[in-house]
T-cell receptor
Framework: NAGVTQTPKFQVLKTGQSMTLQCAQDMNHEYMSWYRQDPGMGLRLIHYSVGAGITDQGEVPNGYNVSRSTTEDFPLRLLSAAPSQTSVYFC????????????????FGEGSRLTVL | RKEVEQDPGPFNVPEGATVAFNCTYSNSASQSFFWYRQDCRKEPKLLMSVYSSGNEDGRFTAQLNRASQYISLLIRDSKLSDSATYLCVVNIHGNQFYFGTGTSLTVIP
């Protein structure tokens, strides 16, 4: 009954350090995405993927890299952390990013709280 | 311009009240619409999808007006447990989900 699993749940970094936020889902969802949530800004789409080997940029991609080598995993990499990347990060997946009125529900992980000093 | 705009509130209403939230979206290519609920420091969870014909789920009613590009959520007979942030979500081109900033609701005993 895992759903979407994010690790770590909490992380403190120094400016310039790199790290990877892990996201895994066991629902065989084709669509996966990363969001950041900041006070007053809502959730903003960073990167998304519609299937293994395919990734694309969202609203706020700068400073983040992603890859999708398997259907299950969609890691988010911060190559050189900056204080502006202090945020709560959510990974979400859906059965399909289809173009229909009933396009799938997004299932979220519990979030990763990142602080960059 | 943000893809999705919401009144952030906060809305403070007594138990039993009816409360309505509105949301507007800017991209006419938007194809599917949702309301999510987010409790404090938790992940968002789907409350209901919003269909062109409008839909109802118990005390919750969602409406979509494509011509005016707005979505609404009506909550009747508010309960204390309805206190949360309500997020309007729009799916553009079938593969990009955009969120509004959320509307905060507190139901007061």
């Amino acid at each position: 009954n895992a759903g979407v699993t994010q690790t770590p749940k909490f992380q403190v970094l120094k400016t310039g350090q790199s790290m990877t936020l892990q996201c895994a889902q066991d629902m065989n969802h084709e669509y996966m995405s990363w969001y950041r949530q900041d006070p007053g800004m809502g959730l903003r789409l960073i990167h998304y993927s519609v299937g293994a080997g395919i990734t694309d940029q969202g609203e706020v991609p700068n400073g983040y890299n992603v890859s999708r080598s398997t259907t299950e995993d969609f890691p988010l990499r911060l190559l050189s952390a900056a204080p502006s990347q202090t945020s709560v990060y959510f990974c979400a997946s859906s059965y399909s990013g289809t173009a229909s009125e009933e396009a799938g529900e997004l299932f979220f992980g519990e979030g990763s709280r990142l602080t960059v000093l | 311009r943000k893809e999705v705009e919401q009144d952030p509130g906060p809305f403070n209403v007594p138990e039993g009240a009816t409360v309505a939230f509105n949301c507007t979206y800017s991209n006419s290519a938007s194809q599917s619409f949702f309301w999510y609920r987010q409790d404090c420091r938790k992940e968002p969870k789907l409350l209901m999808s919003v269909y062109s014909s409008g839909n109802e789920d118990g005390r919750f009613t969602a409406q979509l007006n494509r011509a005016s590009q707005y979505i609404s959520l009506l909550i009747r007979d508010s309960k204390l447990s309805d206190s949360a942030t309500y997020l309007c979500v729009v799916n553009i081109h079938g593969n990009q989900f955009y969120f509004g900033t959320g509307t905060s609701l507190t139901v007061i005993p």
